[in-house]
């Protein structure tokens, strides 16, 4: 990240999730304006994260159907920190091996359910934006945004497709 990046304390942040090889034309217009985007595995094809790189930076987990030479240069685990707000970010929140709370994190990104969620437990707020990729069952296609304003959180699930 840029020294400019430190100095700002206002952020839009697309985040996105289980995409598996489909990003989407709505998927696109949704990050529109983001000064970053999360994707949270399950991503598919790498051609999905150079799309989105079109639209804003971009920071990735490996999901776990990401099994192909290119997604093994990613982690499957990042912790990001904007301003005062700390982001862990992973594919399935299942994995997780640390109390969020006890480790002064602010926000908890996963995906892997394909269920879009926004709900805060001791002090951090997790978001899972659903699926952006195929639809699954009756399960919405959907994404997510996080303002983050100074140390203001407010997030949306943002339906892609009805």
């Not at 994707?39 to 990735?60: C, N």
């Not at 002090?123 to 659903?130: A, C, K, M, R």
Request: aromatic share 4%; net charge positive.
């Amino acid at each position: 990240m840029n020294e400019d990046w430190k100095a700002k304390n206002n952020f839009i942040i697309g985040i996105i999730s289980d995409t598996h090889g489909l990003l989407r034309p709505e998927a696109i217009e949704a990050m529109q304006g983001s000064d970053m985007i999360i994707h949270a595995g399950d991503i598919g094809k790498e051609l999905v994260l150079d799309k989105l790189r079109s639209v804003a930076p971009v920071v990735a987990v490996r999901g776990n159907t990401d099994s192909e030479c290119w997604a093994y240069k990613l982690r499957k685990t990042e912790i990001l920190e904007l301003h005062k707000t700390i982001i862990y970010v992973t594919h399935d929140i299942n994995s997780m091996d640390l109390d969020p709370s006890a480790s002064h994190i602010h926000v908890v990104i996963s995906g892997h359910t394909h269920r879009p969620s926004i709900g805060r437990h001791n002090s951090v707020l997790y978001i899972n934006p659903g699926s952006a990729g195929p639809r699954r069952f009756t399960l919405p296609v959907s994404s997510a945004l996080l303002n983050i304003r100074r140390t203001s959180l407010d997030a949306k699930i943002i339906t892609l497709k009805k």
